[in-house]
């Protein structure tokens, strides 16, 4: 099976700065999703990542906040800008390989601890 | 807008015991459905999924789930509880319109406690 990498896998920051989590895939993707995992909650889908054009924001998340990038099939990038205590969760990558009847797989998450 | 119920937020069994974890959905047609199990520090395992035709599912680790559409239900079971079980699962849909099964709606999520 593919392997799915998210950097960095935890990390504490600075209220008001930003972090740029990053998810690799050793093959190639044809969607690629980011998940957000608030303390004790849930997951929530943030966005879609869209090869070579915009991200698609589910209703709650916006460009500004939550900047994503996807430069190809296997990459992708969430940001989360001027963040805040309230942005302390577990942020998901997860990815479609295509085709009938598949499954989303997971990445090992970041846990994000915003100080 | 789809939704998803866990109805127990958390459960504990003694090991051996059987189990059923309860997944109830809103949603206009059948949607694809999915149990997930996360252990602590660990990413998302797919445990088992339905997309259409039998309505019983066998998954890994011993793990199945019914689908039972006049219930709107997906209730995952297992006949005898191992402590390495203890987790968080969680029920998912994906709504088959939209061209994926790897955009999903999860619900609250149940913690399975197990005793020895």
């Known amino acids: 099976s593919a392997v799915i990498s998210q950097k960095p896998s935890r990390d504490i920051c600075q209220r008001g700065t930003s972090l740029t989590i990053q998810c690799q895939v050793d093959s190639q993707v044809t969607m690629m999703f980011w998940y957000r995992q608030q303390p004790g909650q849930s997951l929530t889908l943030i966005a879609t990542?869209?090869?070579?054009?915009?991200?698609?924001?589910e209703s709650g998340f916006v460009i500004d906040k939550f900047p994503i990038s996807r430069p190809n099939l296997t990459f992708s990038t969430l940001t989360v800008s001027n963040m805040s205590p309230e942005d302390s969760s577990i942020y998901l990558c997860?990815?479609?390989?295509?085709?009938?009847?598949?499954?989303?797989?997971f990445g090992q998450g970041t846990r994000l601890t915003v100080v | 807008a789809q939704s998803v119920t866990q109805p127990d937020i958390h459960i504990t069994v003694s090991e051996g015991a059987s189990l059923e974890l309860r997944c109830n959905y809103s949603y206009g047609a059948t949607p694809y459905l999915f149990w997930y199990v996360q252990s602590p520090g660990q990413g998302l395992q797919l445990l088992l999924k339905?997309?259409?035709?039998?309505?019983l599912v066998q998954g890994i680790k011993g793990f199945e789930a019914e689908f039972k559409r006049s219930q709107s239900s997906f209730n995952l079971r297992k006949p005898s509880v191992h402590w390495s079980d203890a987790a968080e699962y969680f029920c998912a849909v994906a709504n088959p319109r939209s061209g994926t099964a790897s955009k999903l709606t999860f619900g609250t999520g149940t913690r399975l406690q197990v005793t020895l």
């Open positions: 997860s990815v479609d390989f295509g085709g009938r009847n598949t499954e989303a797989f």
């Open positions: 990542a869209n090869q070579g054009s915009e991200a698609t924001y």
């Open positions: 339905y997309f259409s035709g039998d309505t």
